[in-house]
Nanobody, 122 residues
Framework: QVQLVESGGGLVQAGGSLRLSCAASGRTLINYTWGWFRQAPGKEREFVAAYNRGGGGTDYADSVKGRFTISRDNAKNTVYLQMNSLKPEDTAVYYC???????????????WGQGTQVTVSS
């Protein structure tokens, strides 16, 4: 059974940076598109960034373009989210998951992990 373990969150001042990690136990990354999501209190989970399968590039939500960078290390079965120029509105619990090419994020492959809390103070 694949487990997703997110880490790297914390409390940071506005303008600061954090790097989140998503470790996928027992699963190689290269066959799927991997994504980061976030959920703020009282809001639905939303898409943040994706690293497309097979070198298909990356996608970002408009709200994070130019500030966040998604990457992955296949040897470590880990996906990263580098977050720079953080804003208070980035405060949320961040999650990762994967999907097959040609499907939507409504059909994620794995159970959601516990997420990692990111809090940005003003």
């Amino acid at each position: 059974q694949v487990q997703l373990v997110e880490s790297g969150g914390g409390l940071v001042q506005a303008g600061g940076s954090l790097r989140l990690s998503c470790a996928a136990s027992g699963r190689t990354l290269i066959n799927y598109t991997w994504g980061w999501f976030r959920q703020a209190p009282g809001k639905e989970r939303e898409f943040v960034a994706a690293y497309n399968r097979g070198g298909g590039g990356t996608d970002y939500a408009d709200s994070v373009k130019g500030r966040f960078t998604i990457s992955r290390d296949n040897a470590k079965n880990t996906v990263y989210l580098q977050m720079n120029s953080l804003k208070p509105e980035d405060t949320a619990v961040y999650y990762c998951n994967a999907k097959r090419s040609g499907t939507t994020w409504y059909s994620v492959l794995y159970s959601w992990g516990q997420g990692t809390q990111v809090t940005v103070s003003s």
